[in-house]
């Protein structure tokens, strides 16, 4: 049998230590804020367990047996330990709820994520902040594995084993050079035109290959690419060397847009538009920091867009 079912809980060792402190059953009943008769019924109860009597009741008050006096003694080691082993869970939960593990895309974490740890530092100074950037694949791999507390993916949907919520909208644009021979074309290109020209891409397993993918699989598939990249950076300076066309957000963009060194290509036929994504693991609640950043974004993406994000945190 368990040790649990032989020895008196922490609560009945409480009770008697502080019977023996005080003199009195009564008096321990209102320090430990229970009834005289709940008291008196769980040190019964006590002695039935240990199979000897703890305590000597008289008009005067309560002390203890020789055998109590025993118990009472090992209990305030028991009562100890119990003390060292809250104060070390404590520690521990002081500590989970001082750091934030956060995993996030490229484009989050270029271009959002900035922003939302500066106002969070701002509200939680102490909490230190660890952020890693990956494709949205790989995002979803760490949070699953629990080597991150909240990740932040692109795509249509939720990866499989996570819980999400949309923390805000992005698009994804053509770009080329201002010497490319699209940058002339006011009309833009057709979808056709787009799934048969080998493009500059991210790799399979990015939020932007996969959005790219999915909606040219209507109009022949993705033509193999000209060039793989794993950065955004990468990517813009591909399109400004004029090594061919560019998909990318139009987040990433906005400064060589307006200055000139990119031209946006429309491609009227398709609908390029993708949620971003906070996501953590399934069944379970995000707490602490990460709670707390959570909120943040949503409350960013909501009123950005002037209504609620498709789900919410738990």
Same mark, same amino acid.
């Given at each position: 049998m *368990?040790?649990s079912?032989?020895?008196? @809980?922490?609560?009945a060792?409480e009770?008697l230590?502080?019977v023996v402190?005080?003199?009195s059953l009564?008096r ?5 804020g229970v009834? =005289?008769?709940a008291?008196?019924a ?6 039935r367990?240990v #199979?000897? /009597?703890?305590l000597?009741r008289?008009?005067?008050g309560?002390?203890?047996?020789e055998a #109590?006096?025993?118990?009472?003694e090992w ?9 060292? !082993?809250?104060a070390?869970?404590s520690a521990?939960r002081e500590?989970? &709820? ?7 895309? !490229?484009t989050v974490?270029e271009y959002l994520m900035?922003?939302w740890l500066?106002? !969070?530092?701002?509200?939680h100074? &102490?909490?230190?902040?660890t952020?890693?950037?990956a494709?949205?694949?790989?995002v979803?791999d760490?949070?699953?594995?629990g080597?991150? &507390?909240?990740?932040?993916?692109e ?5 499989a084993? %996570?819980? #999400?919520t949309?923390?805000a909208? &992005?698009r994804?644009v053509?770009?080329v050079?201002?010497r490319?021979r699209?940058a002339r074309r006011?009309s833009g290109?057709t979808a056709?035109?787009?799934?048969r /020209? ?5 790799? =399979? #397993?990015?939020?932007?290959?996969e959005v790219? @993918?999915?909606a040219?699989?209507?109009?022949g598939?993705?033509? $193999?690419?000209l060039?793989q990249?794993?950065s ?5 300076a591909a399109?400004e060397s004029?090594?061919g066309p560019?998909?990318?957000? @139009?987040? *990433?963009?906005a400064?060589?847009?307006a200055?000139?060194r990119?031209?946006?290509v $429309?491609? $009227?036929?398709?609908? %390029?538009?993708?949620? !971003?994504?906070a996501?953590?693991?399934a ?8 709670? @707390?950043?959570?909120s943040?974004t ?14 919410s945190?738990?």
């Amino acid at each position: 049998m *368990a040790v649990s079912h032989r020895v008196p @809980d922490l609560g009945a060792l409480e009770l008697l230590l502080a019977v023996v402190r005080l003199g009195s059953l009564g008096r321990a009943a209102v320090e430990l804020g229970v009834t =005289q008769p709940a008291a008196s019924a769980r040190i019964r109860s006590m002695e039935r367990q240990v #199979g000897v /009597t703890l305590l000597e009741r008289s008009p005067r008050g309560s002390r203890p047996t020789e055998a #109590g006096a025993l118990v009472a003694e090992w209990a305030r080691q028991v009562i100890g330990a119990a003390e060292a !082993l809250d104060a070390g869970l404590s520690a521990l939960r002081e500590r989970r &709820d001082g750091r934030l593990r956060v995993v996030a895309s !490229l484009t989050v974490a270029e271009y959002l994520m900035p922003g939302w740890l500066v106002t !969070l530092k701002g509200a939680h100074p &102490d909490v230190a902040v660890t952020l890693r950037t990956a494709n949205s694949t790989v995002v979803a791999d760490q949070v699953r594995s629990g080597e991150a &507390d909240l990740g932040f993916v692109e795509g249509a949907r939720t990866p499989a084993g %996570l819980n #999400g919520t949309v923390v805000a909208a &992005d698009r994804l644009v053509v770009v080329v050079s201002p010497r490319h021979r699209w940058a002339r074309r006011r009309s833009g290109v057709t979808a056709a035109e787009l799934a048969r /020209t080998p493009l500059v891409l991210r790799e =399979q #397993g990015s939020g932007t290959r996969e959005v790219l @993918d999915r909606a040219l699989a209507a109009h022949g598939g993705t033509a $193999p690419p000209l060039l793989q990249l794993a950065s955004t950076t990468a990517l813009k300076a591909a399109a400004e060397s004029g090594a061919g066309p560019v998909v990318v957000s @139009d987040l *990433a963009v906005a400064d060589e847009l307006a200055g000139g060194r990119l031209i946006c290509v $429309p491609v $009227p036929e398709l609908d %390029l538009s993708r949620p !971003l994504r906070a996501v953590w693991p399934a069944g379970q609640r995000p707490t602490g920091p990460a709670r @707390d950043l959570l909120s943040l974004t949503v409350f960013t993406a909501t009123s950005t867009r002037g209504e609620p994000p498709a789900g919410s945190p738990p």
